[in-house]
């Protein structure tokens, strides 16, 4: 079952925007993830943040986590009309060992 | 190789028709996940394999699905009997660890399924 939740479930900005796209899950993890899919295919990784973090970048991107709340959230800094994209948080949970994905945020930056 | 290969990348079948799908890992990562994908949805977690370790095939939606990995390496992904829900794209990743490392997983582009 999909633990994890996004929102919004659409998002559409102007260039040199910032987007933040928050995730909720269920259950305790080892770690979140956060994934980009362009076009319906493949998943690239984007960052991970364990547990035990509540913040990390990454180049234009920044992640918080809230382990009391279970969420997290990414925020694109001065997004480029390329960052246009399905963006996914996924949940790692040690005792399901699997990785547990969201329903996806759809990001569309416009030029 | 560089990355996650998966063949073929398009498959059109006709329902009643078996079909396999072919994931190559990462040469070294012990985990590896089947994903199934439908239009415009999240991603439905099928089957992982850890090492030599039992695949937890919970994520399996019925005994038509089966799947194996074969020296550690490359796995199958077999759909008997498909049905036209069974339509999706089918994904596959790797990873050093089960935990996803400090890398997440590498995903393959996928297999487009569709059944007629």
């Known amino acids: 079952s999909q633990q994890g939740e996004e929102d919004p479930q659409a998002l559409s900005i102007q260039e040199g925007e910032n987007a933040t796209m928050n995730c909720s899950y269920k259950?305790?993890?080892?770690?979140l993830q956060w994934y980009r899919q362009n076009s319906g295919r493949g998943l690239v990784h984007l960052i991970l943040?364990?547990?035990?973090?509540r913040e990390k970048h990454s180049g234009r991107l920044r992640v918080t986590l809230d382990t009391s709340k279970k969420s997290s959230s990414l925020l694109i800094t001065a997004s480029r009309a390329a960052d246009t994209a399905s963006y996914f948080c996924?949940?790692?949970?040690?005792?399901?060992?699997?990785?547990?994905f969201g329903s996806g945020t759809q990001l569309t930056v416009l030029p | 190789g560089a990355g996650v290969s998966q063949s073929p990348s398009n498959k059109v079948t006709e329902k009643g028709k078996d079909v396999e799908l072919r994931c190559d890992p990462i040469?070294?990562?012990?985990?590896l996940y089947w994903y199934r994908q439908s239009l415009g949805q999240g991603l439905e977690f099928l089957i992982y394999?850890?090492?030599?370790?039992?695949?937890?095939k919970s994520g399996l939606p019925s005994d038509r699905f089966s799947a194996e990995r074969t020296g550690g390496s490359v796995s199958t992904l077999t759909i008997q009997r498909t049905q036209q829900e069974d339509s999706a794209v089918y994904l596959c990743?790797?990873?050093?660890?089960?935990?996803?490392?400090?890398?997440?997983?590498?995903f393959g582009s996928g297999t487009r399924l569709t059944v007629v």
């Open positions: 990743a790797s990873s050093y660890r089960v935990t996803g490392s400090n890398y997440g997983y590498t």
């Open positions: 259950t305790s993890i080892n770690n």
């Open positions: 943040i364990r547990s035990n973090e």
């Open positions: 996924a949940s790692f949970s040690g005792s399901a060992r699997q990785l547990t």
């Open positions: 040469s070294g990562h012990t985990a």
């Open positions: 394999f850890q090492g030599n370790s039992a695949p937890d």
